[in-house]
């Protein structure tokens, strides 16, 4: 490539640069200099692109992440412009952050970060069996001798400055690749449907392979369940906060979380605060030195806004706990912006709502949500432009300054013991001396018509989407093993009833899937859904097919056999990572079941009969009067031939959306 090459795209909605260089092969030997390189652009945190764009707000966001190959590697940086900024001034400011690394214009001690960093990253990886295949896999498939690819820490580690200008100044010259994405209708090609005869599949044939391996002998495993007091150890810090801690068995990586019960359906204003955290500092630090500080620490910090709960969370080096604590209390206790700051966010989120309201996959969920919860939907409860438009600095600063002094509940999973972590909290964690109640958790109901509606948002796309939802029955732990029986005979991924013979058998969904999904609190509702990707002109004989299945599910015992020994082999093989302890018990605890409640499952499981799942079936799937909602262009779809599977209402952007 030795010239700039452009295309460019239109597509309804944000638009978007990208930007490509062309580079080295993984295992040349400027591979490590070239992932240092792009860390330098962007590690979510105290990059160029991360500092010099993102929280000075010159773009909407902006980004950057490497391909590595055999034969070729390729860098790539991507911008979303604000509103009326234009897609070249983008680019521009994406090419200025490399050229300031070709210019050596960077602290050099952002190195030994990034190393630290990947060597975080690393041992994360190591954790998981899965991860220490794919290091492995990977290393096979680059044709790279093993100890070549656990050498790569060490050979990055000895990277310095002029080893980045060197590489920035070989690969990152005249010659690139530059894709626009553009704002505006797009010409839609017409697909006509052909016909397609209905494939009969037959479930119980085998290869003479799998015969042949199911045939082998092997020790049966046997399940591996949590023990409070040995796994974890529950105690209350205070009266008003209650301690989880877990110890790491492996290396000397720390998380730790708070958790608050208080949300956005408590405060709209919660996820606009969260926001503007991103771009704040302290009274000690700007916004820049904090990023970097964090980056130094190597940790990672985030806040996270749900519906009735929020989270903050912070992991990375347990030597660096105590700082990282005291950081984040120094954060939240005195998050320090400007009016400015806050103004320029106000128009990036407008513009961000605008664009929302251009994509299918957006007006999609924002369809399905509003047909489940009406007015309590996410998208119909949140702020309006013009109360945006009105927050005051000093409103979400205060906010964000009071949720830690509601009761909460501390999890940690590291190397320190329970008495040096009540130490280090002692030290660095500073708590009113009474903390304010959380309110009551609300319960959101469902939609639960007489007969079959079907929401319908007409947008000209050549693929129409479907949703499928009802329920009404609240959480009960004695659904969960007949429940997970059911999903693994009815949809079970590819092998699964619902995927054959929508897809595979008769060809009328991209994609589809059905699963029934508990509540998870022990007052939540729980709900069926399924979900699918078909050609518009499909759709009615597609969701004739999908409600079809659910009301008439097809029986074989040869199929409820492969799905008992499927769920009693995850039973069985899964295991759950220190990691994955603490959230494990917090969800068992916030269902009201015992810890653990598997060994009671597992035992259901084994003595469960094909009848069981058809009783579960008759009772809460067949029959039910179903929320269908569907987005896709009208023009297309057999509108009459889609009223036989219930009333059709179409619903508009205003009702979807209350922006």
Same mark, same amino acid.
């Given at each position: 490539i030795k010239k700039v090459e452009r295309v460019e795209v239109t597509f309804p909605g944000e638009e978007y640069v990208l930007l490509a260089f062309r580079t080295a092969a993984r295992t040349h030997k400027d591979a490590e200099a070239l992932s240092v390189l792009d860390m330098i652009l962007d590690n979510s945190t105290a990059g160029l692109i991360n500092l010099n764009i993102n929280q000075q707000q010159r773009? +909407?966001?902006?980004?950057?992440? *490497? @391909?590595?190959?055999n034969d070729y590697g390729a860098q790539y940086l @991507? &911008?979303?412009p604000k509103q009326d900024q234009d897609l070249a001034e983008v680019e521009a400011l994406l090419l200025d952050q490399i050229e300031r690394i070709k210019n050596g214009q960077f602290d050099e001690s952002i190195i030994p970060a990034i190393v630290t960093d990947f060597k975080k990253s690393y041992k994360? +990886?190591?954790e998981g069996n899965g991860? !220490?295949?794919?290091?492995? +896999?990977?290393? #096979?498939?680059?044709?790279?001798?093993w100890e070549h690819t656990v050498g790569t820490l060490d050979r990055m580690a000895k990277l310095r400055k002029k080893d980045i200008v060197k590489v920035a100044k070989k690969y990152f010259k005249d010659g690139y690749v530059a894709g626009y994405r553009r704002d505006g209708q797009i010409d839609i090609p017409s697909i006509d449907k052909p016909p397609i005869d209905k494939i009969d599949i037959d479930p119980s044939r085998q290869s003479a392979f799998f015969s042949d391996v199911m045939a082998l002998d092997f020790e049966e495993i046997e *399940?591996? #369940?949590?023990?409070?007091?040995?796994? #974890?150890t529950e105690l209350a810090y205070r009266s008003d906060v209650s301690l989880y801690h877990a110890q790491n068995p492996l290396n000397d990586l720390f998380s730790f979380s708070i958790s608050i019960d208080v949300g956005s359906l408590t405060d709209s204003r919660l996820p606009i605060a969260r926001e503007l955290l991103d771009k704040a500092g302290t009274p000690r630090l700007s916004a820049e030195a904090l990023k970097q500080k964090w980056y130094a620490l190597g940790t990672d910090f985030s806040l996270s806004i749900g519906d009735q709960r929020t989270t903050l969370s912070i992991s990375g080096l347990d030597e660096n706990f105590a700082a990282s604590l005291a950081l984040l209390g120094e954060l939240m206790r005195q998050p320090t912006t400007d009016a400015a700051t806050l103004d320029e966010l106000k128009n990036i989120i407008l513009t961000k709502r605008a664009d929302a309201q251009k994509d299918p996959r957006t007006i999609h969920q924002a369809l399905y949500r509003y047909h !489940?919860? &009406?007015d309590q939907s996410y998208y119909r409860r949140v702020l309006s432009n013009e109360e945006v438009t009105t927050l005051e600095l000093a409103e979400l600063t205060d906010l964000l300054r009071g949720l830690l002094d509601y009761e909460q509940t501390l999890s940690y999973t590291g190397t320190l013991s329970v008495e040096e972590l009540k130490s280090a909290l002692d030290a660095q964690y500073t708590l009113p001396e009474a903390l304010t109640a959380t309110p009551q958790r609300q319960v959101l109901a469902n939609n639960q018509p007489a007969e079959t509606q079907i929401y319908f948002f007409d947008k000209e796309t050549a693929?129409?989407?479907v949703r499928i939802e009802f329920g009404g029955i609240s959480y009960s732990a004695y659904l969960e093993p007949p429940a997970e029986l059911f999903n693994d005979y009815f949809y079970g991924g590819m092998a699964g009833i619902v995927f054959q013979e929508i897809r595979e058998a008769r060809a009328l969904a991209y994609s589809v899937g059905a699963l029934y999904i508990h509540g998870s609190e022990k007052n939540d509702y729980n709900l069926m859904i399924g979900a699918m990707g078909t050609q518009a002109d499909k759709t009615p004989e597609a969701v004739g097919a999908l409600v079809g299945l659910m009301d008439d599910m097809p029986v074989s015992q040869e199929r409820f056999a492969a799905a008992q020994a499927s769920v009693l082999n995850k039973y069985r093989t899964e295991r759950l990572g220190f990691r994955q302890v603490l959230g494990s018990v917090r969800s068992w605890e916030r269902k009201g079941v015992p810890i653990d409640p598997r060994p009671w499952r597992f035992e259901q499981i084994q003595n469960a009969q094909l009848e069981q799942v058809l009783e579960f079936h008759r009772e809460h799937i067949a029959g039910k009067p179903k929320l269908i909602s569907i987005t896709g262009d009208k023009n297309k779809i057999d509108m009459e031939a889609l009223g036989q599977h219930g009333k059709i209402i179409e619903v508009g952007i205003d009702e979807v959306f209350a922006f």
């Open positions: 773009a +909407r966001s902006a980004g950057s992440y *490497p @391909w590595k190959h @991507w &911008g979303i994360q +990886r190591l991860p !220490r295949v794919s290091l492995m +896999r990977d290393s #096979y498939l680059a044709f790279e001798k *399940p591996n #369940y949590v023990v409070p007091g040995k796994d #974890y !489940r919860l &009406g693929q129409a989407q």
